[in-house]
């Protein structure tokens, strides 16, 4: 089968797994101690090399850089430098979109000076919730008066470009808290919103303390309530809900996850992080090529994730075959029971779906088995 992906510009992840304490929710990998020199040595190292194998000669154009964690913040100027050095030692990075995230504990006047001067132009800010019971509960560091200092901090250093992450469905919240949040967030006018349904997950503290009865969480019915009230609020304030979970003043959605939703290159660097590259996924630099199958699912599972949907022109592009046609098994039946909606040659989640996407996505997958 033909197989032809779309064409994009790079986009370069790097992870920096530290961070002050992991909240109680939090299964990602990280580790509580302080920022280990080694680390961003051979991260400068990987790269370098990295930028060596794909060809001098002819540079990759990069147009998103994104720093993630962990809290990437806490690492110094001079860590941080040295990766960045790498990067535009080994690739052409001089009009990426580049983004860290911060946790409000780690920003002062002074490290919000030492991030603009490296090149930083967007902050991705975990705030989660301003309300302390909430943030208790969750084993966040930082206070609510934290995150709106932080924030204040950044505005002040001539930040631009701020997400502010939010997290519903915690506990200690029902939707009057969450509205409450939300409403706050709106009036500080960050340029992208970003707002999340806690996940429970296995092996972390708070998943121990739900099973064993210490810990309540909303009901699912309070849940999409949360869910749908903010869909609606950040509208109603001039936002752009682009994808599942992410919002945005139009001109500010973010380039560098849209490169995951579009299927476009990425590379990752730093422990656990992987790439996506000339039809290959994986840690660098064991890349494995997927099957068409894999690929098939990686479109329904990111493209879905878009709003907008996806139009079914793309799907025949890449794979040269019909998607009404591959998934004629069950297609029909979802549409059927209001969970996607076929409009204009695109294919949609309705708001029904939106409630369910990881149960319509899981379904369709199945297909491809």
Known sequence: MRIKLPEGTLGIYVHVPYCIRKCKYCDFLSFEKAPDDAYFDELAEDIKATGNALGNENKYYVDTLFFGGGTPSLASAAQLGKVLDALRESFDVRSAETTIEVNPETVT????????????????????????????????????????????????????????????????????????????????????????????????????????????????????????????????????????????????????????????????????????????????PDLKKETVSELKGDFVFTKLRLIDGFDLSDYSGIFGADFLADFSALLPRLIEEGYLEPSGGRLRFTDKGLDSTNIVIQRLLEVLE
């Open 109 to 284: 006047a002074e490290k919000a000076s030492e991030l603009r001067a490296l090149g930083f132009d967007r902050i991705s800010m975990g705030v989660q919730s301003l309300d302390d019971k909430v943030l208790a509960a969750m084993g966040r560091v930082h206070s609510a008066d934290k995150a709106r200092q932080a924030y204040r901090i950044l505005r002040g250093a001539g930040f631009k470009n701020i997400n502010l992450d939010l997290i519903f469905g915690a506990p200690e919240q029902d939707p009057a808290v969450w509205q409450e949040t939300l409403a706050e967030v709106l009036d500080m006018r960050p340029e992208h919103v970003s707002f999340y349904s806690l996940q429970l997950e296995e092996g972390t503290p708070l998943y121990k303390d739900y099973t064993a009865g210490k810990v309540d969480l909303p009901s699912w019915e309070e849940n999409r309530r949360m869910y749908h009230h903010a869909a609606d609020a950040l509208k109603a304030a001039g936002y752009h809900h682009y994808e599942v979970s992410n919002a945005a003043l139009p001109g500010f959605e973010c380039r560098h996850n849209l490169k995951y939703w579009n299927m476009q290159p990425y590379l990752g660097f730093g422990t656990s992080a992987h790439s996506f590259i000339n039809g290959c996924r994986g840690e660098l």
